[in-house]
């Protein structure tokens, strides 16, 4: 039995109803990982808005600042801060003071910057939102960008795979020079049979990679498995690398879980199942 006191994070995504992204991700991997989460939405969904018609959207942006304040008069602290799905230039700011309220000398903040993904922003995104997100990641200590949204930060074209390890390194290099000391870029592939995901430290100047074979298909909601799994590896005390690592490995598992039980593509992926592995890898069992 472990006997150390829970590790706490905050939680700043949307919560899609159906479709297992963001917040009904994060929740559960966090929570199976050890960790306690408090949960911020920034909208609530009826499902996500990937490659489905006809959903709800209610804007929380108003209830914020209210739960921000609320939990600073409580006094609760972060171990981490993770955000994901921001849906306006007013949660942006919002996240960034967020960032300023509870920053202390040793807790992390990591920022999914959920914009886009094979090179298309998301549809309630225009070109001008990945600026104000550029702001944002230039608070955290980790960011975990996909090629698109690495290439919007950066403001350069998007270039479809196979990559170079030069272009990887050159765009790993300049995403932390945006502030970020750890880098972590998904959807890396050198050759058309695999995928993975690249590391970086600043301080170190280390970079490495973790492939697995690719799964036909295009799966949503994996970026989100993959940042939770991450921040749940690194949060046990894992180096960057073994984190990716770890992440890369759960979240292929997750995606052939639903490929070999031919699930819709759109409504998320298996992730459920691999709990006891994700468990044996982070050695909590
Ligand atoms: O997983 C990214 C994501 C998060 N939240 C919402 C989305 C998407 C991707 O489509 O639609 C609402």
Not at 19 to 37: D, F, H, N, Y
Not at 161 to 174: R, T, V
Request: overall charge negative; glycine content about 8%; hydrophobic content about 40%.
């Amino acid at each position: 039995m472990e006997s150390t006191s829970l590790q706490r994070v905050a939680a700043i995504h949307d919560l899609s109803g159906f479709g297992k992204c963001s917040l009904t991700v994060a929740l559960p991997i966090l929570s199976a990982a050890g960790i306690e989460v408090s949960a911020m939405p920034t909208a609530v969904l009826s499902t996500h808005t990937g490659g489905i018609t006809g959903f709800t959207y209610l804007d929380t942006t108003s209830e914020m600042r209210p739960f921000m304040d609320h939990w600073k008069s409580l006094n609760i602290q972060f171990d981490a801060i993770y955000s994901g799905f921001l849906g306006s230039f007013e949660q942006l700011d919002i996240v960034s003071d967020f960032f300023d309220t509870f920053r202390q000398k040793n807790n992390l903040i990591l920022v999914d910057p959920v914009m886009a993904d094979n090179g298309e922003l998301y549809k309630i995104f225009t070109p001008e939102f990945a600026l104000g997100m550029k702001e944002l990641c230039r608070k955290a200590d980790i960011i975990v960008p996909n090629i698109t949204e690495a290439t919007l930060l950066l403001g350069e074209p998007y270039q479809p795979g196979p990559y170079s390890k030069a272009y990887i390194e050159d765009l790993l290099k300049k995403l932390s020079q945006l502030g970020p000391k750890q880098v972590v870029l998904t959807g890396v592939y050198f050759e058309e049979e695999e995928l993975g995901a690249a590391t970086y430290d600043r301080t170190t100047n280390q970079t490495g990679y973790t492939f697995v074979p690719k799964i036909p298909g295009y799966y949503h909601g994996t970026g989100d498995v993959f940042g939770s799994a991450l921040l749940a590896a690194l949060m046990n005390g894992f180096s960057l690398e073994q984190s990716a690592g770890i992440a890369v490995r759960y979240t292929a598992g997750s995606i052939l879980r639903t490929y070999e039980a031919k699930a819709d593509y759109r409504f998320g992926v298996d992730f459920e199942h691999g709990f006891p592995e994700l468990l044996r890898e982070l050695k909590k069992v």
